[in-house]
């Protein structure tokens, strides 16, 4: 369907809106129609200047959920909850409405592309898991520049292109993976970090420390596959509370259901609003307040569940309400013949996931014989924990991955490295597997969970566990990430409250 779908009426209708009618060649006599701007943009103002303008009016549009729960629940499913981008702009302007970054991304890409810009849309990766947000890539003189409207960041920064480990002004992982470019914005110094072979990170540094949002690949995403993504997205738990945010000349609002924080580059203020939000939505993001108080009825319903089920009609007791997981701590290992892999291994895994936090201790690993035609002998095993949690469902696609990177380091068809990955909670550590066993639950695509260890008064493993977990050879490592995985929810709740975005 999306490919379909043009830009030419929003454009004319948003860019008349904030009066960017004559910043463009096409604006002002070409298809669009559009006027000379009241901003005071001349013809002259082309190129990454008028990026930049037009960046800057889409920070106007705020980063809201309000308009995806009202549209999702009068519509038949998620192909027609999906907010086009005419229909994007007229409910700015009549409406104060923005978007969520499915929206916002289509939207600004079908605007520029409207304007005659080699602009397209790229899939990132965040904590909560793989291809959940997006941002739009413009190709401009040989330069590429990226404008991320869902991340609330209102300046253009061109991708640092190149490649070599020290070769530019900084590696957000610490693994000295490239290039990278820093912007000052209200709310923190904003870095997006050339990790190698198209991938790049970005990462904030605000108040309370510097902290990695998300990766992405500078690879253009189809329509089709864009779609799927988009349609997904309604069944996240992003859905289940109203969440906006909206940048400032002072710095960032955000608001989830009624946790208030305000970013800056040097300070962070937090607090919960007394009684309802509509009036401070209204304030501060320009949304009326039926809207809000609209999408509050939407998720009380919900929540009630006006449509009870045949058990609680009987009187039975309520169904539990859907909320997001806890994040939990990911754990990676390794097992090798070589160890001159394990450097070109951990920068691809800190590419692909997070900073690594910890590493263990290299151990014999006793269970070789399984891998020895392939791998050879003298077999080596060792664990690493990431500065990152994690959403315990992504670890599918995180086995996924890990599998792929198998390959990529494969000789003649051997594997020279073999990749276990799994998590950690308070509660337990559970491994990925690919092979069934009775005790392992499918969790799709293949993948299956296996339970390990499980934390009662000491470490306990199950009965089904491997030979070296129940010896307890790993427990100083295992011992010292659960630590710092309970630090980190500390941490997390004392600076963000309980919900992070």
């Known amino acids: 369907m999306l490919e379909r779908i043009e830009g030419d009426q929003a454009a004319r209708l948003f860019l008349g809106h904030l009066g960017l009618g004559g910043g463009h060649p096409g604006l002002g006599s070409g298809r669009l129609g559009l006027g000379n701007g009241h901003l005071g943009l001349g013809k002259s103002v082309v190129g990454h200047g008028f990026l930049q303008a037009l960046a800057l009016g889409c920070s106007r549009l705020p980063y809201e959920n309000i308009s995806k729960i009202i549209k999702s629940s009068e519509a038949a499913g998620p192909l027609e909850s999906m907010r086009l ?273 910890a590493r263990s201790d290299m151990f014999d690993f006793e269970a070789a014989d399984y891998y020895e035609d392939e791998m050879g002998r003298g077999l080596k095993r060792i664990f690493y924990s990431f500065s990152d949690l994690i959403d315990p469902a992504g670890i599918v696609d995180i086995k996924i991955e890990t599998n792929r990177i198998e390959d990529d380091f494969a000789r003649d068809g051997r594997r020279r490295v073999n990749i276990d990955p799994g998590y950690m909670d308070s509660h337990k550590l559970v491994l990925a597997s690919a092979k069934f066993q009775g005790q392992k639950i499918c969790l799709g695509k293949g993948v299956y969970a296996d339970p390990t260890l499980y934390y009662d008064k000491g470490r306990k493993p199950y009965d089904w566990a491997f030979p070296d977990f129940k010896s307890g050879r790993y427990d100083e490592f295992l011992t010292g990430a659960r630590r710092s995985y309970r630090n980190k929810l500390r941490n997390m709740r004392d600076r963000d409250g309980k919900d992070q975005y």
């Open 85 to 357: 981008p005419a229909e994007v702009a007229e409910d700015h302007i009549r409406r104060g409405f923005g978007g969520t970054c499915f929206s916002l991304t289509f939207f600004l890409e079908r605007v520029l592309r409207s304007l005659g810009f080699a602009a397209y849309k790229v899939m990132a990766d965040m904590n909560s898991g793989p291809n959940v947000h997006c941002l739009v890539v413009v190709n401009e003189g040989g330069s590429h520049y990226m404008i991320d409207p869902g991340y609330a960041l209102y300046r253009v920064i061109d991708l640092p292109e190149g490649s070599g480990p020290g070769s530019g002004s900084g590696s957000g992982s610490g693994a000295g993976s490239g290039l990278s470019r820093r912007v000052t914005c209200p709310h923190a110094v904003v870095e997006v970090v050339n990790e190698g072979e198209e991938s790049y990170s970005l990462w904030t540094d605000d108040a309370a420390g510097r902290k990695r949002r998300y990766v992405f690949r500078n690879r253009p995403v189809a329509d089709a596959e864009f779609e799927d993504y988009w349609q997904d997205s309604f069944g996240k738990p992003t859905l289940n509370n109203i969440c906006l945010t909206r940048m400032t000349d002072q710095g960032h609002i955000y608001l989830r259901k009624d946790f208030f924080k305000f970013s800056s580059r040097d300070s962070i203020n937090k607090r919960k609003l007394a009684g309802n939000i509509e009036h401070f939505v209204e304030d501060e993001f320009g949304i009326g307040r039926e809207w809000t108080a609209r999408a509050s009825e939407i998720l009380k319903g919900r929540k009630s569940r006006k449509n009870p089920t045949s058990r609680e009609m009987a009187g039975g007791p309520e169904l539990a309400e859907m909320t997001q997981a806890q994040r939990v701590e990911l754990i990676l290992g390794v097992i090798f013949a070589d160890p001159d892999q394990l450097g070109p291994l951990e920068r691809e895994l800190e590419k692909r996931f997070s900073p690594i936090e």
